[in-house]
């Protein structure tokens, strides 16, 4: 099955016309519903996201793309980077270091909360998927400062996505580097209790970096095929991850993905997938496809409430359920 360009957008042939017609249909039943989110604005730059978009980009492990509805707009990862920093953790340090400072548990808090940590011994963050985690993740990873780690952060994203010009917002960087009073709260707090060693700051200048790479739907549809796949590229052809590595990640993603929404999406939906407050979720199906959704509209919980409606529909349309 071949991929052609017409009229911007990437769409099969053959059998392809069922997947792209379902995405059609998606975006334009769940935008309505849009307007019921909220943007994040505790990061003031993305207070000024446009709430009404909405797009969404699928790959098959065999190397073709559909997309439909606003997946070009741009938008940064957020703690969908969090996946991309585990992945070359896990990679450079190895499981049992890794897994050695950071739990595997999901957690009912909000993915910022400090309550479980100061509540519960040991103190160490429940998973590498919320904050406290992604934060004592980065610091685990063998770079001198926060350039060059955040450059094999980025290196990483790089192919994962295939866009070797992926790069980092820097307005939002900017904006969340200047207001994030409570992820600083995390790392000291991390610190005082052994869990966090290294320079505070320099170790949080590169989380809030990785967090503004900025991506589009598409990029994060070859994000998710890729580890769907156990860690090849299907349109590079590179070996970026192992298949080892990918199936921790997605493990981790089925159960952590989504924060203290994780289960009730589990129920819903079914498959791996990680959302962050730019509005991004990214999605892998074992074997099958990789989807991309953007919609900065966000429920309560900080998940965009666009693309979990449009996950849910694609899911039981095209039978993608794996849990």
């Known amino acids: 099955?071949?991929?052609?360009?017409?009229?911007?957008?990437?769409?099969?042939?053959?059998?392809?016309?069922?997947?792209?017609?379902?995405?059609?249909?998606?975006?334009?039943?769940?935008?309505?519903?849009?307007?019921?989110?909220?943007?994040?604005?505790?990061?003031?730059?993305?207070?000024?996201?446009?709430?009404?978009?909405?797009?969404?980009?699928?790959?098959?492990?065999?190397?073709?793309?559909?997309?439909?509805?606003?997946?070009?707009?741009?938008?940064?990862?957020?703690?969908i980077s969090k996946v991309v920093s585990l992945g070359l953790a896990l990679t450079e340090m190895g499981e049992e270091r890794v897994f050695s400072r950071v739990g595997v548990d999901p957690t009912a808090d909000p993915f910022n909360s400090i309550m479980r940590l100061e509540m519960v011994a040991p103190h160490r963050p429940q998973n590498p998927l919320i904050n406290a985690g992604a934060i004592v993740t980065l610091s685990l990873l063998p770079y001198p400062d926060s350039h060059s780690r955040f450059a094999a952060v980025r290196d990483l994203a790089r192919r994962l996505t295939g866009a070797?010009?992926?790069?980092?917002?820097?307005?939002?960087?900017?904006?969340?580097?200047?207001?994030?009073?409570?992820?600083?709260?995390?790392?000291y707090f991390l610190r005082s209790v052994g869990a966090l060693e290294g320079d505070i700051e320099d170790i949080l200048d590169s989380?809030?970096?990785?967090?503004?790479?900025?991506?589009?739907?598409?990029?994060?549809?070859?994000?998710?095929?890729?580890?769907?796949?156990?860690?090849?590229?299907?349109?590079s052809g590179e070996r970026v991850l192992s298949s080892k590595v990918c199936r921790i990640m997605r493990a981790l993603m089925a159960t952590c993905g989504l924060y203290d929404g994780s289960g009730e999406f589990a129920v819903r939906v079914g498959v791996p997938a990680k959302s962050g407050v730019g509005?991004?979720?990214?999605?892998?199906?074992?074997?099958?496809?990789?989807?991309?959704?953007?919609?900065?509209?966000?429920?309560?919980?900080g998940n965009s409430l666009g693309g979990i409606m449009m996950l849910e529909r694609i899911s039981k349309e095209l039978s993608l359920r794996v849990l």
């Open 207 to 235: 989380y809030f970096r990785q967090c503004s790479l900025r991506v589009n739907a598409k990029d994060l549809a070859v994000m998710g095929v890729t580890l769907a796949s156990g860690g090849v590229n299907p349109f």
């Open 1 to 79: 099955m071949n991929t052609e360009v017409l009229n911007g957008r990437l769409e099969p042939h053959g059998d392809g016309e069922l997947i792209s017609k379902v995405l059609e249909t998606v975006v334009e039943q769940v935008r309505p519903c849009t307007s019921r989110g909220s943007v994040a604005t505790y990061i003031p730059e993305l207070g000024k996201q446009d709430k009404g978009l909405l797009g969404i980009a699928m790959a098959s492990v065999q190397g073709d793309v559909w997309v439909a509805g606003d997946w070009d707009s741009p938008f940064t990862m957020q703690s």
């Open 279 to 301: 509005g991004g979720i990214v999605a892998s199906v074992p074997m099958r496809y990789g989807i991309g959704t953007f919609g900065p509209a966000l429920d309560p919980k």
């Open 164 to 187: 070797m010009d992926l790069d980092m917002d820097e307005a939002v960087y900017v904006s969340e580097r200047d207001t994030s009073d409570r992820n600083r709260a995390l790392a």
